[in-house]
């Protein structure tokens, strides 16, 4: 049996990390608070209102100690074993010819797309957000796949609305159709296992098949099934498939939205509508919901593989790198923290440079550390900036570059027509919060940390005592 979302329903439960929620909960007006505050377990919601029959999962993940149960690893260890499964290459799909997403399938007249137990997210959202969909399309040109989060909007019945940021890879293979002046085929995957959205959102090359990247992170094949209604391929195993097309130079009003940054930037605007062809689904499909915001599910499938992605590049900066970790770091995924041990002056400096040039435009703030601090321990990190670095020689700004779409505080926007989303002209910077390097040990020892006398006698029976 391929790895699907009900297996992981079952990890989470035998290891005790999912509530299930059977009072009555209203996607409408309270779902998202539940989810907001859940932040060390997933929530499996039983009872609806106004959904008979469906059940939702959300905050699953809800903390890297959930990525590091789907990795089979622990917390601290996940970002690298993502990078391991990697490195061993790409695992080609299997094309199969049945599936139990295909048990109820629904076309024309008999799709409501408002029967789906969408929740609304934040208090100033236009309306209840499939903010779990991973949207499938082909390139034209080559049929290379691309698979990628985008928000959309409930509009009716057959109708969503969809935010493509412009110079990301669905909106770049939108353009494309655009220029024939055809609609662009889209498949839409509701509810799966958490490696499919992890590698939704990795950014690597256009030819990148992002669904031969899930296979490596599973460990087997991903098996698909032809579409009813448009030419591609889509996950067996998924919950729910919606197929449909984005019709060129049609732009509707879009938004607003809670957005992973914890506002909701990007606002209002006219962006392209899908048009839902077929519904396919499971006979007792789950609906997977997807809470945005800092630190919560959806900013928790950015930052794993944005963690990931900079990990591969940066080891190879200058040829070599003592690299030892990346994390995209707390709060939102604008800053990432990477902890090496730097061989020569300058070594960390270049490396944050290239991690503020790398293909995610998200970071802004750049911060490198020595092996002696814990990148996940916001505190230590402080502690790092606080007692390594010299203002004046450690910290550097660099002006008018790329910045983020979503990032609001840049100091000069560029709209481009016919889109809600802008491109930002921005500032970074880079803090080098190591310790000199191992060419200068003299100096490097000076930083050696405070260690209480008698810690590594306790050590065993301290974890019994302050449990």
């Known amino acids: 049996m391929p790895k699907d979302m009900r297996e992981w329903i079952r990890e989470l439960k035998e290891a005790g990390e999912i509530i299930s929620i059977k009072d009555e909960v209203d996607p409408q007006k309270n779902m998202s608070a539940y989810l907001w505050k859940s932040k060390e377990k997933a929530l499996l919601f039983e009872n609806v209102k106004n959904h008979p029959g469906w059940k939702v999962l959300g905050q699953a993940p809800a903390n890297m100690r959930h990525v590091g149960l789907a990795f089979g690893t622990d917390s601290k260890s996940a970002i690298r074993e993502f990078v391991r ?73 057959n109708k969503l609305g969809i935010m493509m940021v412009p110079g990301r890879h669905t909106h770049f293979i939108y353009q494309k159709y655009e220029a024939m002046d055809k609609p662009m085929p889209i498949a839409i995957m509701i509810g799966h296992h958490p490696m499919y959205y992890f590698s939704a959102c990795y950014t690597g090359p256009l030819e990148l098949d992002e669904l031969s990247l899930t296979g490596s992170l599973l460990g087997e094949p991903v098996e698909l099934i032809h579409c009813e209604t448009v030419d591609l391929e889509v996950p067996a195993y998924a919950e729910i498939i919606l197929e449909g097309e984005i019709p060129p130079k049609i732009r509707e009003e879009e938004g607003p939205f809670s957005e ?163 491109q930002e002209i921005a500032s970074k910077v880079i803090i080098d919060a190591t310790k000199p390097p191992k060419t200068d040990p003299e100096r490097r020892a000076l930083y050696e940390r405070l260690r209480p006398l008698g810690l590594d006698e306790i050590e065993e029976i301290s974890k019994k005592i302050f449990k």
């Open 260 to 422: 992973f940054q914890g506002y909701y930037f990007g606002g209002k605007g006219k962006n392209p509508v899908v048009y839902i062809k077929a519904m396919m689904m499971r006979k007792d499909a789950i609906f997977k919901a997807n809470q945005n915001g800092p630190d919560v599910e959806g900013c928790i499938y950015h930052r794993v593989p944005m963690s990931a992605a900079l990990f591969r590049d940066l080891r190879h900066v200058g040829g070599y790198v003592d690299l030892k970790d990346v994390y995209a770091h707390w709060g939102t995924i604008f800053g990432v923290v990477i902890q090496m041990t730097p061989r020569f002056y300058g070594e960390a400096k270049n490396v944050l440079l290239a991690a503020i040039s790398s293909t995610y435009l998200h970071q802004k703030f750049a911060v490198a550390v020595d092996e002696d601090v814990d990148i996940y321990d916001p505190g230590d990190v402080a502690w790092a900036i606080t007692t390594r670095v010299d203002p004046v020689k450690d910290i550097i700004i660099i002006p008018g570059v790329r910045g983020h779409a979503l990032d609001e505080s840049v100091s000069e926007k560029l709209r481009e027509p016919r889109v809600t989303i802008r």
């Open 85 to 157: 499964r990697v490195d061993q290459g790409l695992i080609d799909c299997k094309l199969v010819s049945h599936g139990p997403v295909k048990e109820v399938i629904l076309k024309g007249n008999d799709i409501h797309l408002t029967t789906l137990p969408a929740h609304i997210q934040g208090q100033r959202d236009g309306g209840p957000y499939i903010s779990s969909g991973l949207c499938i399309v082909k390139d034209p040109e080559t049929g290379v796949r691309n698979m990628a989060f985008h928000r959309l909007q409930v509009k009716g019945d």
